[in-house]
């Protein structure tokens, strides 16, 4: 298993299992001088971490992170940073009578087929625990985009659970931290508490839509063809566990408007920027920030591991059932919210690197007669 690592010049390495004795990232490239500790990277992991509401797994995790190298009396130093986070609830007798099957809608069979071995206590590397890992390096670069650009925002949320969605008349940012679902619809995060609660106690699990927002990001982010900032969202989202689907701005939608209702508008604003009369193309065209902000959208799968029983083979290719036994979230979407934010984080952060690096300046100054 070689791949582990993401990004260019910001560049993130995880490591670790599910039930292993720790996991953490190895994080590369992040400048010098960025003020940091590990209050500051924590306090993202404490949003991310299991058991804090009867709507997530029950698995009891701190989520402590350690920072081993590459910060020197609370500064970055430009070499490395290793993050590690310790497991100290793990229970991997649960998994036992999983180990010769394979759940359904599981990683299970496809690491299997690749590698001639698993670790079935909550999958290893295919357990959305790795996202920890994720959370503490999108911590260590939301400190590095602060020192560099203080007004940018990153925030998520979920509008889809299952079959109920948000209602956007009712969205109110302010709500997005007031309730276990981190929904910016108060009707809609008290009718999905309800939903979930039946869902939970039946055994089973429901997917979920959330979409994560950076607001002040500069224009001129990204690069054509193979270094569009979009394309590196896409496979960012892609790459959480569970999520099967990714949207910028209008997404799907897209192919149901006309040319005309599609076209963001383009006006001058009154402070010498570009303004637009709509966001339809999620603050990217071409491959490259225009200024507005930046929506990207992701769909997450139920969890696999549920207590209902489903039908499945064993390793040998004989027949069985199973029912997953466990500490599971009933909607794993809910945690997916700040892995979501992270890694945006973390894009947005490389790709302000790289423009600097090849265009110098000020990230994402306009050029030409505008601004």
Not at 6 to 12: Q, S
Not at 45 to 57: A, E, I, M, S, V
Not at 252 to 281: C, R, V
Not at 305 to 334: F, N, Q, W, Y
Request: with cysteine; aromatic share 6%.
């Amino acid at each position: 298993m070689s791949i582990n690592s993401f990004g260019h010049l910001f560049r993130v390495t995880t490591w670790g299992e599910s039930h292993g004795p720790a996991l953490g990232a190895t994080v590369d490239g992040c400048p010098p001088g960025v003020p940091v500790d590990e209050a500051m990277i924590q306090h993202w992991l404490d949003r991310r971490k299991p058991g804090q509401n009867k709507y997530t797994t029950q698995r009891r995790e701190a989520d402590a992170v350690r920072i081993l190298s590459g910060v020197f009396e609370g500064q970055t130093t430009g070499t490395p940073v290793q993050l590690m986070i310790e497991n100290t609830d793990q229970r991997s007798k649960d998994y036992g009578d999983i180990m010769e099957k394979f759940r359904p809608g599981h990683a299970d069979i496809t690491y299997w087929q690749k590698y001639g071995i698993r670790d079935y206590r909550g999958g290893g590397r295919s357990s959305a625990r790795e996202t920890a890992s994720r959370v503490a390096a999108g911590g260590l670069a939301r400190e590095a985009i602060r020192a560099i650009a203080p007004d940018m925002r990153i925030t998520g949320y979920m509008t889809r659970m299952g079959a109920h969605e948000i209602d956007r008349s009712r969205f109110d940012w302010d709500q997005i931290e007031q309730n276990p679902f981190w929904a910016p619809d108060a009707q809609a995060a008290n009718d999905w508490a309800e939903y979930l609660d039946d869902l939970r106690k039946s055994g089973s699990s429901v997917g979920a839509v959330i979409e994560v927002v950076a607001r002040g990001v500069p224009a001129g982010l990204g690069a054509p063809v193979y270094g569009k900032l979009d394309t590196d969202l896409a496979a960012a989202m892609m790459s959480i566990n569970a999520v099967k689907g990714v949207e910028i701005g209008e997404g799907m939608s897209a192919a149901m408007l006309t040319g005309e209702l599609n076209a963001d508008e383009i006006f001058m604003g009154n402070d010498g920027k570009p303004s637009y009369s709509s966001n339809h193309s999620g603050g990217i065209l071409g491959g490259i920030s225009t200024g507005q902000d930046i929506v990207v959208r992701f769909a997450v799968k139920p969890t696999s591991s549920i207590l209902k029983t489903r039908k499945t083979i064993t390793k040998t290719g004989a027949e069985t059932e199973i029912v997953t036994k466990g500490r599971h979230d009933p909607c794993v979407g809910i945690r997916a919210v700040p892995v979501g934010e992270a890694m945006m984080a973390c894009v947005i952060l490389d790709h302000m690197l790289l423009h600097r690096g090849q265009v110098g300046g000020q990230v994402g100054e306009t050029r030409g007669h505008i601004g």
